[in-house]
């Protein structure tokens, strides 16, 4: 399903709605809509009473039509393309362009869709939006418009993985000048979603991206040293000095390791070199308080039998 494309070849964040939902918003438009004209039906009985038969018809056909449609030309211009079904699937027309609809494209909407969905039973409006790429129907066609999906399922944030301690060190005196920007979008983009593809995909895309690296700035990869581990490292020094330039020497070390290390990173698919581990310091001995005797509380001094005066 591919996306909206505006005519200055801007991709908009929104999607074609297919014919399932279409259907569907459309089945409850049109409960709604007779549901709407039997009532006025049941009001216009006693109002047309005293009338003959030929203008009780024609009362009958005019609120036909008005209901049919009126009312949906009315609800899709002063909802910017939101009737009630639409709404309640999670759908809304849009001009071509991706901006919202007027009166006019309302109008031709309403005029056809009486024609392909009304007097056709939906089969014309079925068999258009089957046939076309973007799920377009007659009346979209003729009016310049686009049912879309509002409702898009919201994707979790894809987190890249953090770099291999024992390479981040190794990064830090790097020339990353030469890189350009598109290739650090297609890494970040490939961390973030590595674990998704298939591993021999994954590794090759890896591959090709370190290579890539490797030829602008000449740090090679070791032997032994996954790919995709490498780019972690290559993309967490290059955070590092966007820190540090942002925020001056008081930027923390993002790529700086901790000791103790785990002697296997955990997350990539092969080991690197061995992590040394820090020294265990000595704890420093433990000076005994010695011990003090208490003090012993004096005696009572002898009374002399005089009180203080108040």
Not at 198 to 209: E, G
């Given at each position: 399903?591919?996306?909206?494309?505006?005519?200055?070849?801007?991709?908009?964040?929104?999607?074609?709605?297919?014919?399932?939902?279409?259907?569907?918003?459309?089945?409850?438009?049109?409960?709604?809509?007779?549901?709407?004209?039997?009532?006025?039906?049941?009001?216009?009985?006693?109002?047309?009473?005293?009338?003959?038969?030929?203008?009780?018809?024609?009362?009958?056909?005019?609120?036909?039509?008005?209901?049919?449609?009126?009312?949906?030309?009315?609800?899709?211009?002063?909802?910017?393309?939101?009737?009630?079904?639409?709404?309640?699937?999670?759908?809304?027309?849009?001009?071509?362009?991706?901006?919202?609809?007027?009166?006019?494209?309302?109008?031709?909407?309403?005029?056809?869709?009486?024609?392909?969905?009304?007097?056709?039973?939906?089969?014309?409006?079925c068999i258009a939006s089957l046939v076309s790429e973007r799920g377009r129907r007659v009346g979209d066609v003729f009016a310049g418009t686009l049912v879309v999906r509002e409702r898009i399922p919201v994707q979790r944030a894809?987190?890249?993985?953090?770099?291999?301690?024992?390479?981040?060190?190794?990064?830090?005196?790097?020339?990353?000048?030469?890189?350009?920007?598109?290739?650090?979008?297609?890494?970040?983009?490939?961390?973030?979603?590595?674990?998704?593809?298939?591993?021999?995909?994954?590794?090759?895309?890896?591959?090709?991206?370190?290579?890539?690296?490797?030829?602008?700035?000449?740090?090679p990869v070791q032997e032994g040293t996954p790919p995709a581990a490498f780019l972690a490292a290559v993309v967490a020094e290059r955070q590092a000095r966007d820190a540090r330039k942002a925020f001056g020497a008081a930027a923390?070390?993002?790529?700086?390791?901790?000791?103790?290390?785990?002697?296997?990173?955990?997350?990539?698919?092969?080991?690197?070199?061995?992590?040394?581990?820090?020294?265990?310091?000595?704890?420093?001995?433990?000076?005994?308080?010695?011990?003090?005797?208490?003090?012993?509380?004096?005696?009572?001094?002898?009374?002399?039998?005089?009180?203080?005066?108040?």
């Amino acid at each position: 399903m591919s996306g909206l494309v505006t005519g200055e070849a801007v991709a908009l964040g929104v999607q074609p709605a297919k014919l399932p939902s279409r259907a569907l918003a459309m089945v409850l438009d049109v409960i709604v809509y007779w549901g709407v004209y039997f009532i006025l039906s049941f009001g216009l009985l006693a109002a047309t009473a005293s009338l003959d038969g030929a203008a009780v018809a024609a009362v009958y056909v005019a609120t036909l039509l008005l209901v049919l449609i009126g009312v949906p030309i009315a609800v899709e211009t002063l909802t910017r393309g939101r009737s009630l079904g639409k709404l309640a699937c999670g759908l809304r027309v849009v001009r071509d362009d991706g901006g919202p609809i007027r009166f006019r494209h309302a109008l031709v909407r309403g005029a056809v869709g009486l024609i392909e969905i009304q007097m056709m039973l939906g089969v014309v409006a079925c068999i258009a939006s089957l046939v076309s790429e973007r799920g377009r129907r007659v009346g979209d066609v003729f009016a310049g418009t686009l049912v879309v999906r509002e409702r898009i399922p919201v994707q979790r944030a894809q987190l890249m993985p953090p770099p291999p301690p024992w390479l981040a060190a190794q990064m830090t005196g790097v020339d990353l000048s030469a890189v350009p920007e598109e290739l650090w979008l297609a890494i970040r983009q490939y961390l973030a979603r590595m674990r998704q593809l298939d591993p021999q995909v994954s590794w090759a895309m890896a591959q090709q991206l370190a290579n890539d690296v490797t030829a602008r700035t000449g740090a090679p990869v070791q032997e032994g040293t996954p790919p995709a581990a490498f780019l972690a490292a290559v993309v967490a020094e290059r955070q590092a000095r966007d820190a540090r330039k942002a925020f001056g020497a008081a930027a923390p070390h993002l790529h700086q390791p901790q000791f103790p290390f785990h002697p296997q990173p955990q997350g990539w698919a092969a080991a690197g070199p061995p992590v040394p581990v820090a020294p265990a310091v000595p704890a420093a001995p433990v000076q005994q308080a010695v011990a003090q005797p208490m003090p012993q509380p004096s005696a009572p001094e002898p009374s002399t039998g005089f009180a203080p005066p108040a």
